[in-house]
């Protein structure tokens, strides 16, 4: 149970930086008592990380916390969690909310403030500042971070699209700061993204009351993983579309290879679970946003571990295997989501056919596919 004397601390991240100030500010109005943190990373080149206090009245205090290992993000880290042990021993603050800096990613900051803030702090929750009319924008972006000035580190390799996806799909509830340039498309395609999360407009009474609804950082973090990711449903409005497309044939790994630059650029934002003919004990994710493509092995598929090693797996994760399951495969499956104004669902359907192994493939069995071309070593093994 969390302790209730502990202080509430909710998380406000997002690219949008306007938008993200203007949540801070309502809520600064709207709790008395709250105090924001914010670290500016931007002077990082610098050798330092800026942190600054304030409430509704203005700033309370500002100071330099030094970088650590030449990692901007974690300065944050380290700085962070004292400065809120310092407000929760004060006794004064009601609501501590903390402003990320545009690029940093609410995830990490979630798990450092539950794993790391002891009892002195409990996370209330995590909210992404939008403005609607910047979700399209910013997930076609494939610049790279340090491109765009916003890199966290030296060796920074994000894109802002992909970032910005991770950002807007972490957090449960979506603040909104409208716009004249918002339409309809833009709005449909914020709701397909993330159809599960709570949207509410940035100035409203019920954000302030959301900023303390409770936050589980474990079950945050389950719905992300690619084994069990609540992934979104079939969808169509506005010009927005949500195609799903399942399979329980594997992929060709020479073929689907191939593909990857049309599949990745068919859609503003793909992701889902995928398994290679010739890998066929290893999940793989896929995770795409601004025509950029991350594939990376996510562990192993369930069907493929000793009945023995089920009992280490979390409950959620076997429930996610469950609905999948395949009489012959278990829990291998293809599950990918693309989402995009104006996507072509049959053309992208026909390519992802083309990629599954052929009939005589098929029958020629799990030996030999095996040796079929491994196409993906470079992506997946790259010190090979």
């Not at 930086?17 to 500016?40: F, I, N, Q, T, Y």
């Not at 004064?92 to 995830?107: G, I, M, N, Q, Y």
């Not at 909210?127 to 890199?151: H, M, Q, R, S, Y």
Request: with cysteine.
């Amino acid at each position: 149970m969390p302790d209730e004397a502990a202080l509430p601390v909710v998380i406000v991240g997002g690219l949008h930086s306007e938008a993200r100030r203007k949540v801070v500010d309502h809520l600064l109005r709207a709790v008395p008592g709250s105090v924001a943190l914010h670290h500016d990373l931007s002077t990082a080149a610098d050798g330092t990380v800026v942190r600054q206090v304030r409430d509704a009245s203005g700033e309370l205090s500002r100071g330099d916390a030094p970088l650590v290992n030449d990692c901007a993000c974690c300065a944050l880290r380290e700085d962070l969690v004292p400065e809120l042990e310092r407000l929760a021993a004060a006794g004064l603050t009601r609501l501590a909310v903390v402003e990320l800096w545009d690029s940093v990613e609410p995830k990490g900051m979630a798990e450092v403030v539950v794993h790391h803030g002891g009892d002195a702090v409990r996370l209330t929750n995590v909210i992404t500042a939008v403005d609607p009319a910047l979700v399209l924008p910013c997930l076609g972006n494939g610049d790279d971070l340090a491109e765009a000035g916003l890199a966290a580190a030296a060796g920074d390799q994000r894109t802002v699209g992909d970032t910005w996806a991770r950002q807007l799909e972490y957090a449960p509830v979506l603040a909104l700061v409208e716009s004249d340039d918002a339409d309809d498309e833009d709005r449909a395609l914020l709701t397909q993204l993330h159809p599960t999360a709570r949207q509410v407009d940035a100035g409203s009474a019920e954000l302030a009351r959301l900023a303390f609804a409770g936050f589980d950082v474990e079950a945050a973090a389950s719905a992300q993983h690619p084994a069990c990711a609540l992934l979104p449903q079939e969808a169509d409005a506005a010009g927005v579309t949500t195609f799903v497309w399942r399979r329980h044939r594997p992929f060709h790994p020479e073929r689907l290879y191939q593909a990857l630059e049309d599949l990745c650029c068919a859609a503003a934002r793909s992701r889902g679970r995928f398994w290679l003919a010739d890998r066929p004990d290893t999940l793989l994710s896929w995770d795409a946003a601004g025509g950029a493509l991350c594939v990376e092995s996510a562990g192993p598929w369930l069907a493929s571990l000793p009945d023995a090693a089920w009992e280490m797996v979390a409950p959620v994760r076997r429930a996610a295997a469950a609905l999948d399951w395949h009489p012959e495969h278990g829990d291998r499956c293809q599950h990918l989501v693309f989402t995009s104004p104006g996507l072509d669902r049959d053309g992208l359907a026909r390519v992802l056919e083309s990629c599954l192994l052929t009939d005589a493939e098929y029958a020629a069995g799990p030996e030999a596919w095996r040796h079929l071309p491994a196409a993906f070593d470079s992506l997946l093994d790259p010190a090979v």
